[in-house]
């Protein structure tokens, strides 16, 4: 364990709770953080792939993160909850906006992919997180995800240093190798978070100092068990947990991620809506399957 990075622990992606028509369920969203927070979570990842927010307008990404922020506020975890906001968008225009608001509304740091459509050279990728990182003094978190199409090492993070408020990276790949690699290249107090939920144990003890993901949307409690273990160096304890997460997690990815763990939210009586278009929404005919599937695999009991 590296024991002293900026961020540490259990960091859900939160969802988007929108409606068909892409509206703000701001009461929904309400609902999901004070959720989250009665659990012993670190923090949240508020506008990435889970929250589908490259899919909306800029407008509506930043009153989520207000409304995530009030929240935070309303249930006094001011101090201990980190609300991490993801800035990418396609356009360069819009994330310099939203690294500015959220910078102005009280973000603890912000994270942004890496640019996307286009094939980007290794200098093109450490010129683009050079110029987000100077658009505030909020620390930087790199998402380093294969879905990008940009393959992160640990020479890039390396050099990727030289800019002070790059304070993190958010790794979702399964090369552990490489994950080893990057935290040998890093100082002690840089994090390093994984992002796959299958694989956190492997991450973990492969030098990551927590996760963030979108099953712990409607498992935080297993994913701060697991994340508890592994502080103790429980390591049949954190199997233990894996394997029921697994279990868990075999079940959604049957069925369209983003949708299935919101239609498992309102399940639980948090009702976030659909998936934002045209991701695909869930296929309702199959909802008594899933959660029989799910039954069988020890959702919620086993996690409440």
Not at 83 to 103: S, Y
Not at 170 to 181: A, P, Q, V
Not at 230 to 255: E, G, S, T
Request: charged share 20%.
């Amino acid at each position: 364990m590296s024991g002293e990075a900026l961020f540490r622990g259990i960091y859900p992606a939160i969802v988007s709770p929108v409606d068909g028509d892409g509206v703000l369920l701001e009461g929904a969203l309400r609902a999901l953080v004070r959720h989250l927070l009665a659990s012993p979570v670190q923090g949240l990842y508020v506008g990435g792939g889970t929250g589908e927010a490259i899919l909306l307008p800029v407008a509506i990404r930043e009153r989520i993160l207000e409304v995530v922020l009030d929240e935070k506020r309303a249930v006094g975890r001011k101090e201990s909850v980190c609300v991490i906001a993801h800035v990418g968008a396609a356009e360069a225009a819009n994330t310099r906006e939203l690294v500015l608001h959220a910078k102005a509304v009280g973000a603890d740091a912000i994270s942004t992919i890496p640019p996307i459509y286009y094939a980007y050279s290794r200098e093109s990728v450490r010129r683009y997180y050079g110029w987000v990182s100077q658009l505030s003094n909020l620390p930087l978190v790199i998402y380093a995800s294969v879905q990008a199409g940009f393959t992160f090492t640990a020479d890039l993070l390396r050099d990727l240093l030289e800019f002070p408020t790059i304070r993190g990276l958010k790794y979702t790949g399964s090369n552990f190798f490489e994950l080893m690699k990057m935290r040998s290249a890093v100082p002690a107090d840089f994090t390093i978070v994984n992002g796959a939920d299958e694989q956190l144990m492997f991450g973990l003890l492969a030098g990551a100092d927590g996760g963030i993901g979108t099953t712990y949307n409607v498992m935080p409690k297993a994913f701060c068990q697991l994340y508890a273990a592994w502080l103790a160096q429980d390591i049949a304890a954190m199997q233990d947990i894996q394997r029921r997460i697994n279990a868990v997690v075999d079940v959604i990815i049957k069925y369209p991620v983003i949708a299935t763990v919101k239609m498992m939210l309102a399940y639980q009586g948090i009702d976030v809506g659909t998936t934002v278009f045209p991701n695909d929404p869930f296929p309702l005919e199959q909802k008594a399957q899933l959660f029989e599937r799910l039954s069988m695999a020890g959702w919620p009991e086993a996690f409440a």
